[in-house]
């Protein structure tokens, strides 16, 4: 069995689950979440209290799904409870972010200012210009806009000017040396 994949998941008080033609749905507090799950593993909801995750075989491919769901699962009930915060942050001269409507406008060093819809979902805030927080209750929407944002502007290795996570180490290289030699 999976170590991950065997492990139950507790719902916490305001939690409801249900599971209905291979899709389960999670409803809390901040929102509703729901999963399709493959029919090669089984999901059982016992007594409104904790999900259990099983599967038919031990296939290599039923095996890394019965994992899969169970910390897809996991990752949702934690969602709708709390909710997930990543923030983004922007080194440059000049480089800064401000947030307008359900827009985002980011000025990164190209001609024109970058500007971004907001998904459905999701809440950004910008306590300065130079740091954006992306706030929701899915995990997936939260990271994928966040690397969306990244993209934009990596940071680069020489100045490390550009867009990073909050706490990313940027590995800094030497720029050119002078040669020393003569002719």
């Known amino acids: 069995m999976s170590r991950i994949g065997k492990q139950p998941v507790p719902l916490p008080a305001?939690?409801?689950a249900s599971f209905a033609q291979d899709r389960i749905t999670i409803k809390g507090p901040k929102g509703s979440l729901a999963q399709w799950i493959n029919p090669a593993v089984s999901v059982e909801i016992a007594a409104g209290k904790e999900i259990r995750f099983t599967r038919s075989s031990d296939e290599p491919t039923q095996r890394a799904l019965h994992g899969l769901y169970r910390a897809l699962c996991r990752n949702m009930v934690e969602g709708v409870v709390k909710g997930y915060r990543k923030r983004i942050e922007i080194?440059?001269?000049?480089y800064q972010a401000a947030i307008q409507g359900n827009k985002i406008s980011m000025n990164v060093g190209f001609s024109n200012p970058v500007v971004l819809e907001i998904?459905?979902?999701?809440?950004?805030?910008?306590?300065?210009?130079?740091t954006v927080d992306i706030i929701g209750f899915d995990k997936q929407l939260v990271g994928q806009f966040s690397a969306r944002l990244r993209g934009i502007r990596p940071s680069e290795p020489y100045k490390g000017k550009g867009i990073r996570y909050?706490?990313?180490?940027?590995r800094r290289k030497a720029?050119?040396?002078?040669?020393?030699?003569?002719?």
Request: proline share 6%; aromatic share 0%.
């Open 14 to 16: 305001g939690v409801e």
């Open 91 to 94: 080194h440059g001269v000049g």
């Open 119 to 130: 998904p459905k979902g999701l809440t950004l805030e910008c306590p300065n210009n130079t």
């Open 166 to 170: 909050a706490g990313e180490q940027i």
């Open 175 to 183: 720029g050119k040396s002078v040669a020393g030699g003569s002719k």
